[in-house]
């Protein structure tokens, strides 16, 4: 029973984001702001899921292999996606890291520039609220779109893997809402130095290395590419958000109501 509770750590992890956030000092989050960046979030997976834009260089493949397969009546789509899969397999390395640079990238692209939008004009405690919103929804989405999927895998997984996974998926969404924080306050925070298009093309240079490193995992299973991208991404949610909370602080302090 203890299984179905799984879905629900990557909202823990988003929690504990809020509670640190809490502990740094912001004893009142900014809730407009942050349903603001919640909503974002979703704009952004709209935009990402219906317009394709990062399967683009998959579709010829697909659409390939959908023609195989209706061809020789397959329709399970567990084995249509083994044939997706061993059709990327046999064009190689470079293709893989390819693919896994552009979907990373666009997520980058999307992502950062439609917080950039609506933060460039905001405050620093609006800006952080609108990153934890963000970052929150984002575990949220993740729950939601993988329930089924994890509660499956698990009940053939062993204790220790259980375990692992739990705090791995924990640990995930609080470093990412953090992650997502530090560049929310770090894009606002070079719009008030007069480089805003500089802060927004580093904030998705850090987004899609952070992703790009994540597909390769997927696709290669080697571990070390998870565990660079994990590191990284605590490393630039900590430095950036340690960096710039104090200007948010301050104005909530003097902003009190």
């Known amino acids: 029973m203890f299984i179905w509770f799984y879905p629900l750590f990557p909202v823990v992890g988003g929690l504990l984001a809020m509670f640190f956030i809490y502990m740094l000092g912001f004893k009142r989050f900014y809730w407009r702001e942050f349903f603001m960046g919640l909503a974002i979030l979703f ?68 992502q950062e520039t439609l917080k950039y939008l609506w933060i460039r004009k905001s405050s620093y405690i609006k800006a952080l609220n609108i990153g934890l919103g963000f970052g929150f929804a984002e575990a949220l989405a993740i729950t939601l779109l993988t329930f089924p999927t994890q509660v499956n895998y698990l009940y ?33 925070d070079m719009v008030k130095r007069s480089m805003g298009l500089i802060g927004l093309g580093l904030a998705i ?37 340690l960096k710039i909370y104090g200007k948010a602080l301050t104005e909530l302090i003097s902003s009190p109501t």
Request: aromatic fraction near 10%.
């Open 205 to 241: 240079a850090i987004h899609g290395a952070v992703d790009s490193l994540a597909m390769l995992y997927q696709y290669l299973g080697e571990i070390e590419f998870l565990a660079v991208s994990e590191v990284l991404l605590i490393v630039t949610a900590l430095i950036l958000t």
């Open 43 to 110: 704009i952004c997976i709209g935009i990402q899921v219906l317009s394709y834009v990062q399967q683009i260089p998959l579709l010829p493949i697909v659409f390939d292999v959908r023609q195989e397969a209706a061809a020789m009546n397959i329709t399970d789509p567990a084995t249509i996606s083994k044939m997706v899969l061993d059709r990327i397999y046999s064009k190689g390395i470079l293709f893989i890291v390819g693919i896994s640079l552009w979907a990373g990238f666009m997520a980058g692209i999307i």
């Open 156 to 188: 053939t997984a062993s204790a220790n893997i259980f375990l692992a996974s739990a705090f791995l998926s924990i640990y995930e969404r609080f470093a990412s809402a953090l992650f997502h924080v530090g560049l929310a306050l770090f894009m606002l």
